[in-house]
């Protein structure tokens, strides 16, 4: 009788200048109850340095040095098309941050577990991730998901990088992979929406889900947008641009209308006569975003500065 293929856990990590943390997350990885059966790592800044860091903590995985800085969203797409052509419809593929290494030592065994026990309730399942949010798609926001929802399935929208989302190959393969002219931010956001458009599902499991948030100190907690202005980043010109877009290329068009209004215009004026300045300076990054979605001008236009 010949032995029953259990599905495999591959992994795509992206790294970008982080050589000490790349090393412990990658420290960590050696240290999980299940392993990768296989990890690609794609360096957005190749070095000597970040290569020999991956040979010598985890020898079996592979070093891909990018071309240019292609973000998270082009690392993860690209990391994807390298594993897809070997990968079986029923293995799943985890997207990995250089500086999120696993607290949980049993934390890939237990997704994979519940990966496969969800699948026999759900046959559309496409991903599963320690925590997850859901999305208003009439006020184009993201949802907390309440502390008394997470029993049982969770059904969430998105699975942010940092809560380790296992995506099914089946999946992906139907949808495609991430979009690499998002460059950085809301790419799993954008990656979320689609499988749940296209008709597939993503869960958290309640109960780690409810553990993990009591770990973070984040029980009791609601997601409320701020009304201030923070500090004025690269960071900040991608994720409203991006949202815009995402909205946009969904059909979502007025959820992309009001973002644009009353997040890129409205709250900077609204902080006018508190900080001119910083106000002004938001208008207008705000502004070349929110142009720059509508118009389609996508990729890497903002170089990325500490």
């Not at 360096?43 to 998270?72: F, M, T, W």
Request: neutral net charge; charged residues 25%; hydrophobic residues 45%.
């Amino acid at each position: 009788m010949s032995e029953i293929r259990k599905p495999r856990l591959l992994g795509v990590l992206v790294t970008y200048r982080r050589p000490e943390q790349l090393a412990a997350t990658l420290q960590a990885f050696t240290a999980q109850t299940r392993t990768l059966d296989r990890l690609v790592v794609v360096d957005n800044a190749p070095s000597a340095e970040g290569r020999q860091i991956v040979r010598s903590v985890v020898p079996g995985a592979e070093y891909v040095p990018a071309s240019g800085n292609l973000g998270p969203a082009g690392g993860i797409a690209a990391g994807m098309e390298l594993l897809l052509p070997e990968a079986d419809d029923d293995d799943w593929i985890v997207t990995l941050d250089d500086d999120d290494p696993p607290v949980d030592v049993a934390v890939f065994a237990t997704l994979m577990d519940y990966a496969a026990d969800v699948a026999k309730r759900d046959p559309m399942v496409a991903g599963v991730g320690v925590e997850g949010q859901r999305f208003d798609r009439r006020r184009g926001r993201i949802v907390w998901v309440p502390d008394d929802a997470l029993v049982g399935d969770v059904s969430v929208d998105y699975i942010g990088g940092d809560f380790f989302p296992c995506y099914s190959v089946r999946a992906i393969r139907a949808v495609g992979t991430f979009r690499r002219d998002l460059f950085f931010g809301f790419d799993d956001l954008e990656y979320g929406l689609r499988m749940r458009t296209a008709g597939y599902s993503l869960y958290a499991s309640g109960p780690v889900f409810c553990a993990s948030r009591a770990a973070n100190g984040d029980l009791g907690k609601d997601l409320v947008p701020s009304r201030s202005l923070g500090k004025l980043t690269w960071r900040r010109y991608y994720s409203l641009r991006n949202l815009v877009r995402i909205l946009r290329d969904l059909g979502w068009f007025a959820a992309a209308l009001r973002v644009t209004i009353v997040v890129g215009i409205a709250k900077p004026l609204a902080n006018l006569l508190v900080d001119p300045r910083l106000a002004l300076g938001h208008l207008w990054l705000n502004a070349r975003a929110c142009f720059d979605a509508w118009t389609g001008r996508m990729g890497r236009t903002v170089e990325p500065v500490s």
